[in-house]
Structures are given as C-alpha cells and as structure tokens.
C-alpha cells in the first residue's frame, strides 16, 4: 500500500472510525498543549474534524496530536 493511502487496517484509524460510529466523546491534546473536547465527525489520512461542545467544527491536522482519549457519549 503506498503511504498517501488512507489505511482502515490500521488499529489507530478503526479505533477513531467506532468513536465516529458510536459518537463517543474524546479528548484531544495537541503538541502544543491545547485541549480539544468533542465528537469526531470524520476523518481522513490527514485531518480529523471535531464537533465541540457548541456544536463548532473543528479540523486537525493528525501530526499536531499528541494523545487521543475516549469519554463517554457526551459532549459537556
């Protein structure tokens, strides 16, 4: 598989698609040190878009994260 393919083998990338499926919140924090809470709408090899808590979206670039963490099924 070249590297510009998104790979859904990958246990990373089916981990966010069943948060997408089950509309789990997550917590995101990135190399910077900022915080994003929110549920993911999708994904794609580069970017994941997030819906925050007043219902923004927000994209981020996947090289900027610096953990991903599951919360349950709300955005509080």
């Known amino acids: 598989m070249a590297t510009n393919q998104f790979d859904t083998s990958l246990p990373s990338t089916r981990q966010v698609q069943k948060c997408i499926k089950e509309k789990l919140t997550v917590e995101f924090r990135l190399m910077t040190g900022d915080l994003i809470t929110g549920r993911i709408f999708w994904q794609d090899h580069n970017c ?29």
């Not at 994941?48 to 709300?74: H, P, R, S």
């Open 48 to 76: 994941i878009c997030i819906f925050d808590g007043n219902n923004e979206q927000i994209m981020v670039w996947k090289q900027a994260i610096a953990y991903m963490k599951t919360l349950g099924n709300m955005v509080g």
